[in-house]
């Protein structure tokens, strides 16, 4: 008689008061939208740089909008939504670096510094921060 999960406003909450449900919804936006922002993300006359602020825009506002109220997230949670943010900057990056075309491989490490990419756990530290200040002041 009683559902397993709901969505109130724009969030899915769980009888079990996990975020499951809604990591793997935002997971899956997230890498659908790959798929439609991909005719913008392979012009050749953008620079990386504007790809990348293009994606960090969609990522903020549609993939984590609200993960400010979310609790720490555990693991295997993180990784889902991390793999699916990490995926789209590298649709948007590809193998390039400034001017510089890659042979190989980009490791995450290498696409976060090297291509000023703000990371998950930085992201969702700063919604976190953001929404206790407004709460406060």
């Known amino acids: 008689l009683f559902v397993s999960s709901y969505k109130h406003l724009g969030t899915f909450f769980a009888v079990e008061g996990g975020l499951g449900s809604e990591v793997a919804a935002r997971a899956a936006s997230i890498r659908a939208s790959g798929a439609a922002l991909a005719p913008v993300l392979n012009r050749g006359s953008l620079s990386v740089k504007s790809k990348i602020y293009f994606v960090n825009s969609h990522i903020l506002a549609s993939g984590l909008f609200q993960c400010g109220a979310w609790l720490h997230l555990p693991h295997i949670q993180f990784k889902t939504i991390h793999y699916a943010v990490i995926s789209l900057y590298r649709s948007a990056v590809g193998n390039t670096?400034?001017?510089?075309?890659?042979?190989?491989?980009?490791?995450?490490?290498?696409?976060?510094?090297?291509?000023?990419?703000?990371?998950?756990?930085?992201l969702l530290r700063v919604a976190r921060l953001s929404l206790f200040y407004r709460m406060v002041c």
């Open 97 to 122: 670096v400034g001017d510089k075309v890659l042979n190989g491989f980009l490791t995450e490490g290498d696409l976060i510094f090297q291509c000023n990419v703000v990371s998950l756990y930085i």
